[in-house]
T-cell receptor, first 111, second 113 residues
Framework: KQEVTQIPAALSVPEGENLVLNCSFT??????LQWFRQDPGKGLTSLLL?????REQTSGRLNASLDKSSGRSTLYIAASQPGDSATYLC??????????FGAGTQVVVTP | EADIYQTPRYLVIGTGKKITLECSQT?????MYWYQQDPGMELHLIHY???????EKGDLSSESTVSRIRTEHFPLTLESARPSHTSQYLC????????????FGSGTRLTVV
């Protein structure tokens, strides 16, 4: 059974610092990995989608890496802003059919 | 613009009422999902569908039911709402092949009083 773990569970940084969020998964037979952002009481917004054949994806200040063989992905957010405060979720899609989520990392960026 | 829509955004309803949460997507996706999420907690899959007339129960047992009569529409129904049903309900869809990511709706926050 696929298990997805996100570390740390919570993170507080001053504005301008870079954020590093970690995601690990136990079954490397994945199709892709997706990073989401969730604001309190809201739905999930897709940030980056990395296919299993890719090493990384970039969008603006966001960069996500994927090491499938070791079961790890890292989301980097450069020069954090208070608007980056949210919960960040990683999720993997594999042959088991359904999306498997981590518990999330709650991020607070202080001005 | 291709997207997934959920209505209503917020719903406050009395105990015993029947409710239907709507979810529609314009992307032609065959696979659709319903998740339940309590505040500050993880998402739990409660229903999914891989196409018209196909529905399955998810990992978390739920008293709700779903139907899939049209590809774009995946409504969730509670026949008799109870306070224990108070939660946020999120709908999602994805394409058939593994290259697709998941798209989520904005959610419905349900409060049963």
């Amino acid at each position: 059974k696929q298990e997805v773990t996100q570390i740390p569970a919570a993170l507080s940084v001053p504005e301008g610092e870079n954020l590093v969020l970690n995601c690990s998964f136990t079954d490397s037979a994945i199709y892709n990995l997706q990073w989401f952002r969730q604001d309190p009481g809201k739905g999930l917004t897709s940030l980056l989608l990395i296919q299993s054949s890719q090493r990384e994806q970039t969008s603006g200040r966001l960069n996500a890496s994927l090491d499938k063989s070791s079961g790890r992905s890292t989301l980097y957010i450069a020069a954090s802003q208070p608007g980056d405060s949210a919960t960040y979720l990683c999720a993997v899609r594999g042959s088991w059919g359904k999306l498997q989520f981590g518990a999330g990392t709650q991020v607070v960026v202080t001005p | 613009e291709a997207d997934i829509y959920q209505t209503p955004r917020y719903l406050v309803i009395g105990t015993g009422k029947k409710i239907t949460l709507e979810c529609s997507q314009t992307m032609g996706h065959d696979k659709m999902y319903w998740y339940q999420q309590d505040p500050g907690m993880e998402l739990h899959l409660i229903h999914y569908s891989y196409g018209v007339n196909s529905t399955e129960k998810g990992d978390l047992s739920s008293e709700s039911t779903v139907s899939r009569i049209r590809t774009e529409h995946f409504p969730l129904t509670l026949e008799s709402a109870r306070p224990s049903h108070t939660s946020q309900y999120l709908c999602a869809s994805t394409g058939d092949t593994s290259v697709y990511g998941y798209t989520f709706g904005s959610g419905t926050r349900l409060t049963v009083v």
